[in-house]
């Protein structure tokens, strides 16, 4: 079976050196090959820079923030409410109250019972809507968000988060970081190499919905908490901290409930320096139409004073001494100027469209990361060793081949880890030096095979072809229920745990490789010669 | 030639009735301890909670951490030396505040307390209640499509038969593994399940290998009136080389793994490690066996079917 020897060789020589380009290639085709960034560079030197390392290996946060998508809805539906109104008020019907019940549904209670059906004909016409309960005699309607449109509203609401807070990440400065969409309503975050996870984490999870709202002043806030706040209006709380004491203390406010503007009406924010206080604060620019509105605002109520609110927390509420026309704004309130500058950026990204949570944390220092990397390569070099050691005893020169095949293994392993951008993780590391014993198990069926065959009285060469065709079957059979294993891991696996099945995987599959097609043709090159052979080192 | 087995002529099958009682007694032992624990320990992959790795410039005495701790009231929480006199893992219970105030609690109370010295967090993992019980529900399902693949891929392969006795010794190898964790005091985390998934798919291998001869070796015309469980016998006798021979090079590596890979991948390689003495022992004993049981379990009753057939 000397056949299609040159081209045989051929195919090893191009793997090899295919597999040496992907794991250290030259200056000018590391860019074609990985384009003009890669990774961080990691500080051991064993480690080729062209693997991916995971976060468990290079230190970094992994995040799973759960978008609240019933929040989402609610807003939507909330702010339904105005067209709902005027689609109603165009048809010349008056309309009482307009209620939200539920995330998806609104209570619409009209003036007078008379114009119910004038006013079931207007609300057909809305899209997303649906009549849901109506009764005559009360002039009550209750709309329904359609499901299709509630459906596309919560698929827009995890989309337009997964892009706000890709800007925000883009606008703190992270190499390389993974935002990605899981399931329905979560958002996987991966920040490699973060220092402060803490301020990363505020920012990312900060829903960051700025609000104008007017202060009212008809009522005390105390009393109001006593009473309850009149119709049309709520209580606000505004968190001062004492600088000296650090004491935290809630002051209420009471504001109307509507809001006149919102953080989608700016146009920028950023960090200025007040000249006297040196405190820095946001000052805000509003876009056109935010401009307009603010303008109006603020001359129809000149000597009252208008709340600043994020998140639900009063900011500040300074009194309108006149009109501005010019869409600026300052929000201040005690910042240090990483508040600041994190404020900025958020408002910069707009606001989330619902508030998330945060559903799975993990954080790894750089310094265990390292200390994992330098134990996991202890564990693949010393299972390497061993591993080398027991073939080369057991079966000599064919030891000695199937090691060499092993180095081809992993090498090919690297280098297919490194071409698909697949990450390293510590797993994945175990992966490797699982994948080590595994790669020789080939070998390992072929030789005991080879044996037996040569046993039975078999020449050397009639041995070793009927040793590879006949263990081809089991090692094919072998492979197949790994890799049925490893690819539901793969599926189910989350992070660091994917990892430990790709490189299990691609081990195994790069050991049919070199185990059977590499060591296949040493064999031929040592015994299918010319010359007559006799014995079998194996 | 360097050699273990030199035709080996071992009765495996013979002594089946002995493998079965090892094995149920081991299990029994394993599921036991697990009833006394109140269950297989659970990590926060799975039952949801906080864990923080912290390091302290010298060592420290676990009890001084939970005194510190305590102070702070998060609940109960587990403190376990990790590795190193100076290294811990702290784990905390659910609770309604986020992980960086839980982190931040912690190091503050440890941070007080003047005799620990300065601390370093190394790791914190905080994962939510709900995170955990899908991640239970799909560790389960993981578990249950890699047996069911498998069922197929034999069934497939060779015959339904052997498809199920595959499965009962994927099954009892999974509870030998499980036995093993409980009484070493080992807890069920990600890791563990990715060993468990592979040990699924590597344990079935050598039973694929041995059952592979048996069809050669039928092929090949079998010597008159061999029964099958001396067919069964054979086969695995003359597959045993190869059997221990792969299980010991895997054995090398999660071995290895163990001693060198670190306390983050030690419970992955232990069972792993178990994994791969269990698979071969259950290969030749319980697939084996089971196999030869069924058989003739099958043949005893169409014999007395046939019985009632000629008396009617």
Same mark, same amino acid.
């Given at each position: 079976?000397?056949?299609?020897?040159?081209?045989?060789?051929?195919?090893?020589?191009?793997?090899?050196? !295919?597999?040496?380009?992907? $794991?250290?290639?030259?200056?000018? %085709?590391?860019?074609?090959?990985?384009?003009?960034?890669?990774? !961080?560079?990691t500080s051991n030197p064993w480690i080729p820079r062209t693997l991916n390392l995971g976060l468990d290996l290079q230190g970094g946060i992994h995040l799973v923030l759960g978008v609240d998508l019933d929040k989402a809805l609610e807003a939507q539906v909330e702010r339904a409410t105005g067209t709902v109104r005027a689609a109603l008020e165009k048809k010349g019907v008056a309309v009482g109250r307009i209620q939200r019940r539920g995330s998806t549904e609104l209570v619409v209670e009209l003036a007078s019972p008379q114009s119910f059906t004038a006013a079931q004909e207007a609300l057909t016409e809305l899209g997303s809507f649906e009549s849901k309960e109506a009764d005559q005699a009360a002039g009550r309607v209750v709309l329904a968000l359609r499901p299709k449109e509630a459906a596309t509203l919560r698929e827009l609401a995890v989309r337009q988060g997964l892009e706000t807070i890709r800007n925000r990440v883009d606008q703190f400065g992270v190499a390389?970081?993974?935002?990605?969409?899981?399931?329905?309503?979560? @958002?996987? @975050?991966?920040?490699?190499? #973060?220092?402060?996870?803490?301020?990363?984490?505020?920012?990312?999870?900060k829903t960051a919905l700025l609000e104008f709202k007017l202060v009212d002043d008809r009522m005390d806030p105390e009393r109001a908490l006593k009473e309850g706040p009149p119709e049309g209006t709520e209580i606000l709380y505004q968190r001062r901290v004492d600088k000296e004491t650090r004491q935290e203390s809630r002051v209420p406010y009471l504001v109307q409930t509507k809001t006149h503007l919102t953080g989608a009406d700016l146009s920028t924010a950023r960090v200025s320096i007040d000249q006297t206080t040196s405190e820095p604060y946001v000052s805000v620019?509003?876009?056109? !139409?935010?401009?307009?509105?603010?303008?109006?605002?603020?001359?129809?109520?000149?000597?009252?004073?208008?709340?600043?609110?994020?998140?639900?927390?009063?900011?500040?509420?300074?009194?309108?001494?006149?009109?501005?026309?010019?869409?600026?704004?300052?929000i201040t309130g005690g910042f240090t100027s990483e508040d600041a500058t994190d404020l900025a950026i958020v408002l910069r990204a707009g606001a989330l469209p619902a508030p998330v949570q945060v559903l799975e944390e993990r954080t790894v220092g750089p310094s265990l990361g390292a200390d994992s990397i330098r134990q996991?390569?202890?564990?693949?070099?010393?299972?390497?060793?061993l591993v080398s050691l027991f073939m080369l005893v057991y079966y000599r020169l064919s030891g000695l081949i199937a090691n060499v095949a092993l180095g081809l293994n992993l090498l090919i392993l690297l280098a297919v880890m490194a071409g698909f951008h697949a990450t390293l993780t510590l797993p994945g590391i175990a992966g490797i030096a699982l994948t080590v014993g595994m790669a020789v198990d080939t070998n390992i069926l072929i030789f005991e095979r080879i044996r037996e065959e040569f046993r039975s009285g078999k020449t050397v060469r009639v041995a070793i072809g009927a040793g590879f065709s006949r263990a081809f079957k089991t090692v094919i059979d072998t492979h197949v229920t790994v890799l049925v294993s490893g690819l539901i891991l793969f599926q189910f696996g989350t992070g660091p745990v994917k990892g430990f099945a790709v490189s299990l995987m691609i081990g195994i599959l790069a050991s049919l490789f070199t185990a059977v097609f590499f060591t296949r043709l040493i064999f031929d090159l040592i015994y299918m010669g010319s010359r007559k052979v006799e014995t079998i080192s194996i | 030639m360097l050699q273990i087995f030199v035709d080996p002529q071992y009765n495996f099958i013979g002594r089946r009735r002995w493998a079965y009682l090892i094995s149920i007694v081991f299990i029994l032992i394993g599921v036991g301890s697990?009833?006394?624990?109140?269950? $297989?320990?659970?990590?926060?992959?799975?039952?949801?909670?906080?864990?923080?790795?912290?390091?302290?410039?010298?060592? #420290?005495? =676990?009890?001084?951490?939970r005194a510190a701790l305590e102070r702070i009231r998060l609940g109960e929480s587990v403190i376990q030396e990790f590795g190193d006199p100076r290294e811990f893992i702290l784990r905390l219970p659910l609770v309604e505040t986020s992980a960086e105030a839980v982190t931040r609690q912690v190091q503050e109370a440890l941070g007080k307390d003047g005799s620990?010295?300065?601390?370093? #967090?190394?790791?914190?993992?905080? =994962?939510?209640?709900?995170?955990?019980r899908d991640l239970q529900i799909q560790a389960l399902y993981a578990v249950l499509w890699s047996m069911a693949g498998i069922l197929i891929y034999v069934a497939i392969r060779f015959d339904l038969k052997?498809?199920?006795?595959? @499965?009962? !010794?994927?099954?009892?190898?999974?509870?030998?593994? $499980?036995?093993?964790?409980?009484?070493?005091?080992?807890?069920?985390? $990600?890791? %563990?399940?990715?060993?468990?998934?592979?040990?699924?798919?590597?344990? #079935?291998?050598d039973t694929i290998v041995a059952y592979d001869r048996v069809r050669e070796n039928r092929g090949k015309g079998t010597r008159k009136g061999q029964s099958f469980e001396s067919q069964i016998n054979t086969a695995i006798n003359q597959t045993l080389s190869r059997t221990v021979l792969t299980a010991l090079t895997v054995f090398f590596s999660t071995a290895v793994l163990y001693v060198f890979g670190g306390k983050v991948l030690e419970d992955l390689a232990f069972v792993l490690t178990i994994g791969v003495v269990t698979g071969t022992y259950s290969t030749v004993y319980i697939a084996g066996s089971l196999i030869v049981d069924w058989?003739?379990? =099958?043949?005893?009753?169409?014999?007395?079917?046939?019985?009632?057939?000629a008396k009617a």
């Open positions: 079976m000397r056949r299609n020897l040159p081209l045989r060789i051929a195919i090893v020589a191009v793997v090899v050196i !295919a597999s040496l380009v992907y $794991l250290y290639p030259p200056p000018g %085709v590391r860019d074609f090959l990985y384009g003009p960034v890669t990774g !961080a560079p390389e970081p993974s935002i990605q969409q899981q399931g329905d309503n979560r @958002i996987l @975050i991966q920040l490699p190499g #973060v220092q402060d996870p803490e301020r990363a984490k505020a920012l990312i999870g620019e509003l876009n056109t !139409a935010g401009a307009k509105a603010f303008a109006e605002l603020t001359a129809a109520n000149v000597g009252r004073r208008l709340a600043i609110i994020l998140d639900g927390n009063v900011h500040s509420a300074p009194v309108i001494r006149e009109r501005i026309p010019s869409g600026q704004a300052q996991g390569m202890i564990a693949i070099l010393a299972s390497t060793a | 697990m009833v006394a624990k109140g269950g $297989l320990r659970y990590g926060i992959d799975f039952s949801g909670g906080t864990l923080i790795q912290v390091r302290f410039e010298r060592p #420290v005495p =676990v009890e001084r951490i620990l010295g300065k601390l370093e #967090v190394r790791r914190v993992e905080f =994962v939510g209640p709900q995170v955990g052997g498809g199920f006795a595959s @499965i009962a !010794a994927i099954i009892h190898d999974v509870l030998v593994c $499980l036995s093993a964790m409980s009484l070493t005091n080992r807890e069920m985390s $990600l890791p %563990v399940l990715a060993a468990l998934l592979t040990i699924i798919g590597y344990s #079935v291998n058989t003739l379990w =099958v043949e005893a009753r169409s014999r007395r079917g046939k019985k009632v057939m």
